[in-house]
């Protein structure tokens, strides 16, 4: 899945000119500062003063006054007012004590000098208002993309979760046909079989509250499926069960239904049956999964199903892993089917 976008609004040069900005626009603003490096020097000191003080007050009431008017989902442009109002507030409220602090900065100023630095000091609050309305702009920005990130990843929860529902009920369905078929043949053997199957819808209910299991873990149920199916179809049905990956973190249920789909449309209509191989492996650091049978192959079964399980598994790949992660099928070498799962080293 997606990382969630960066939590800060604004870049390193941002933040650089948005503290640099007053004291430049002061700097233009009056020539007199070039003629006289020392008005130069006090006014910077006077207005960075200024702007520091400033900005954090305009900051701070405009949060105050977002959240008593419970102005945060209202659009952008109906929040400018507010915006304005808090500045105005502050740069009332500011003003009031500028004169004493410019007089201690600046003791020996002049009346002419301290209108250079009244002038310079209303520059940086236009300035410092609309900076602090960018910057308030650019975070807001920032939670609303959060959110989206988080409501899209709860949606591809919950689509997993529908995805791997669909394929429990189906796969009960055919388990539970098997132990109803050997009840009165043979009831030793329905009731090992029901022992097993016990086990497997434990796996498979656990498997609902957890997004990844380890492929060992999984192999393990797609063992109990087989060995399930084989009291079913005796000799008929042969398996074999190779990794050297069981480290790895895979879906729950993800390989079943591939196995479970070899065993009923391939297996199932030869009346001599046939094989099942499992493997799994990691090439250069990728997994890859194989469910390969002998059986009648593709479009040789009257039963072979609608692809569900396949979309199913393909689907959850793709929202756990990314599009990287994909499943091939085609016809294996010894003519029946075959399934490749490959879940890149990225992944």
């Not at 539970?176 to 009831?187: E, R, S």
């Not at 997004?211 to 109990?224: D, H, K």
């Not at 199903?305 to 790949?317: H, I, P, S």
């Amino acid at each position: 899945m997606s990382s969630p976008p960066p939590e800060h609004a604004l870049p390193p040069k941002a933040r650089w000119f948005f503290l640099a900005g007053p004291p430049l626009l002061a700097f233009l603003f009056d020539p007199q500062c070039v003629k006289e490096p020392g008005h130069l020097v006090r006014a910077m000191v006077a207005i960075v003063t200024f702007t520091v003080l400033t900005g954090l007050a305009v900051h701070h009431a405009f949060d105050a006054l977002e959240r008593r008017l419970r102005a945060r989902d209202l659009p952008t442009l109906s929040r400018v007012p507010l915006h304005a109002l808090a500045t105005t507030m502050v740069v009332g409220l500011v003003s009031l004590p500028q004169l004493p602090l410019v007089r201690f900065v600046y003791p020996e100023a002049t009346g002419s000098e301290l209108d250079i630095v009244w002038r310079a000091v209303l520059v940086s609050f236009a300035y410092l208002g609309v900076a602090s309305f960018i910057g308030h702009l650019q975070r807001e920005a920032v939670r609303q993309r959060l959110r989206a990130h988080e409501e899209r990843v709860a949606a591809l929860e919950t689509r997993l979760r529908l995805l791997q529902g669909q394929m429990q009920p189906h796969f009960l369905f055919n388990s539970l046909n098997v132990c109803a078929g050997l009840i009165h043949d043979d009831p030793d053997a329905a009731e090992q079989t029901l022992d097993r199957l016990t086990e497997l819808l434990r796996y498979s209910l656990e498997s609902t509250e957890r997004r990844l299991v380890t492929l060992g873990e999984e192999l393990a149920a797609v063992r109990g499926y087989l060995e399930v199916q084989r009291k079913r179809f005796g000799e008929r049905l042969r398996f074999e069960l190779r990794s050297d990956a069981d480290h790895r973190m895979v879906p729950p249920m993800l390989v079943q239904p591939l196995v479970e789909n070899a065993v009923l449309h391939g297996i199932q209509a030869r009346v001599e049956g046939g094989s099942v191989i499992v493997e799994a492996t990691e090439r250069d650091g990728a997994l890859v999964i194989t469910v390969e049978d002998d059986g009648v192959g593709p479009g040789g079964s009257s039963r072979r199903g609608t692809g569900t399980g396949e979309r199913n598994v393909a689907e959850r790949l793709a929202l756990v892993f990314g599009p990287a992660a994909r499943l091939d099928v085609g016809r294996s070498e010894a003519g029946g089917y075959r399934s490749s799962i490959t879940i890149p080293a990225s992944a």
